[in-house]
């Protein structure tokens, strides 16, 4: 590791961990979530509004900025820093989840993965050397090994994906252009069978890697399923290196991956339930949709210190979303960015005092009781 | 007029005025450009980004918030001011606009016209005392009578509908129900028939209201109808009020009707390009979808102050809109809305300056000489 890349712990709190991890573009405060820019924005903000949310990391996909407006020209417009006007701390994946949920007619082997691009079924392959050099061209700060998202319950594909996974990591690491400016994280695969997490965490730890990712969770499996795999798998991940449990992103869920030890997250949900007219709450997720919000007066939750909790009231924003306004999405948008930021200020306020265990009790206990409630989507 | 709906003329240069018209929600410096929010939003911006565009009065439709979500809602939460947190300046149309051109099955007669509603084809009838009712419970500063917009060009049409706007006129006058903070305009009609338009313009200016528009002009009739229409009427407006030309946001037809008098205007056109991807500049009006813009690293427009060519490139514009990202059409937006205030402001500047012709024909000359270029939508 340089010295960009360095993992200090701060605090510790059961498995809770408070730490820092640092980049060429400044600090990312762990227990950290990520809002995801797929296509080099994150969905209906600009990048101040994203600042102020209180974000530090932002996510864009490989797979979408290598089909457009490609690798090269971002590369061109000085990377994506440059290019999207966001000068913090930037995490491209490696394009392989999208190989295998979003493109056509993929075909994967030993050495690489064929596929259609879902833009214009024009033909591409990746092999770890060629996301190698794209993820140099996007220019992150944190980038992802080529990996197979296999579907976590089958045990033969899973342990075959397994194989090229960790085939595709060594080549990765052996072929990383920029480590000067860049850390390359593993992906550890596996499914639901703890023997094969556990060996796939064995074998990335061996990579020296700056930091460790669990992909293939919440993709199909239950939440139970999630957490035991998580019991079993965090104590195999290198302590000194920053832990991200990839594609997760429900409340409940970082509250409870937390609690095992994970540091960072990313994921749609926030983004994409707000422009279905969902919000996160302390008390569930509500759809705004409801008729019930017509004649609302109240901010979308109490106390919350969003832009559109303290500058609108829920009738104006239910009467958006109904009437198809972008301003609507937008203000959905942001208040479930600004809960998600919130929560993870809560859980390192938390861990730095030691009431870690009480917090994730009493917010579990608000968020999931009200799972039955009528409003909750 | 109460001391609210003052119009003062503050220079005249030729026949474009500089003045300022005052309501309870502050003064509008003219010649204003009114963005239009027709649902209670500006599409895609929060009133924040409106004021600071420049823009001092936003126009919302009576048809679309009697629709959705109801003039009694709007009503208890305050008026539309508190509903969609804009502090300054609202003008309303009378709805009679979107009957004519959006809902179905319409039925006019001398008393008023029934309609079915574009969202669910519930039935609904506006008379010009309905009209009032609705606007009152809206709250706008400024208010407009219930008229009939006719095709232009169509004589006998354009005498009865205007026989029927006239005696709508004089009813919402006598019905109007806040005329302490509500301004009720006369709009003007007539077609492009300047014995009609004389005529409409004479019978309204014996109702003495705080302001006139002209309605029914960039309908379907050519720039030099509407031109040729606007000299032989702005004379015979009262020249101690506001002269509003409705629908008209082309920056060409603006500068060419404040040379002829107009002080305000209204038109979805800046808002509505921006959403296919086309901006103003002074050379004309361009679509960013070209490919030629993929690899452009200069701002929108060279010298713009807006927040987009403040702070991205042309390249990444393009990019937001071919991958549809909602961030694209909200800086489009941003940059035509910037684009007309700054012309306002411009224009402002040379009729106080005594500079008005120059001006108009440099601008005019840079602004259609483009028109021809490849670039051009």
């Not at 996909?61 to 090269?72: E, F, I, K, M, Q």
């Not at 490696?94 to 596929?115: A, E, P, W, Y």
């Not at 400016?181 to 094969?196: K, M």
């Not at 869920?253 to 960072?264: K, P, Q, T």
Request: glycine residues 8%; hydrophobic residues 40%.
């Amino acid at each position: 590791m340089t010295k960009h890349f360095r993992y200090t712990l701060q605090k510790q709190d059961g498995q809770a961990r408070l730490g820092v991890f640092s980049t060429p573009h400044g600090d990312i405060h762990m227990p950290a979530f990520a809002p995801v820019g797929t296509q080099a924005t994150v969905k209906t903000l600009t990048p101040a509004e994203v600042r102020h949310l209180g974000a530090e990391l932002v996510l864009a996909n490989t797979y979408h900025l290598y089909l457009r407006p490609g690798a090269d020209r971002v590369q061109r417009f000085g990377g994506l820093h440059n290019f999207m006007g966001w000068d913090g701390p930037i995490l491209t994946d490696s394009g392989g989840f999208q190989v295998f949920s979003l493109s056509n007619l993929r075909q994967v082997d030993i050495d690489g993965v064929t596929f259609k691009s879902h833009l214009d079924g024009s033909r591409h392959r990746f092999t770890p050397e060629k996301v190698m050099e794209i993820e140099a061209k996007l220019g992150a700060d944190i980038i992802m090994c080529l990996d197979e998202c296999s579907e976590p319950t089958d045990r033969a594909y899973n342990e075959a994906a397994l194989q090229r996974t960790h085939i595709w990591a060594e080549r990765c690491a052996a072929h990383q252009q920029r480590p000067h400016d860049q850390a390359l994280f593993g992906i550890i695969q596996g499914g639901i069978f703890p023997d094969l997490r556990l060996q796939s965490a064995a074998f990335l730890a061996r990579l020296d890697l700056p930091g460790y990712a669990i992909g293939g969770l919440s993709v199909g499996e239950t939440k139970a399923e999630m957490y035991r795999t998580l019991d079993v798998l965090m104590p195999a991940i290198p302590a000194d290196r920053p832990r991200y449990l990839m594609g997760v992103g429900a409340p409940d869920d970082i509250v409870e991956a937390v609690a095992r030890g994970v540091d960072m997250f990313d994921c749609v949900l926030p983004t994409r339930i707000a422009r279905n007219g969902a919000i996160f709450t302390r008390h569930g997720r509500v759809n705004l949709r409801n008729a019930r919000f017509a004649d609302d007066p109240a901010p979308l939750e109490a106390g919350c210190d969003c832009y559109t909790c303290t500058h609108f009231i829920t009738a104006y924003v239910h009467h958006l979303i109904r009437a198809k306004e972008i301003l609507g999405l937008r203000l959905t948008t942001l208040h479930n960015l600004r809960f998600l930021q919130r929560l993870m200020a809560e859980l390192r306020l938390h861990i730095a005092a030691g009431s870690f265990d009480d917090f994730r009790q009493a917010f579990l206990a608000d968020y999931l009781a009200a799972k039955q409630s009528e409003g909750r989507t």
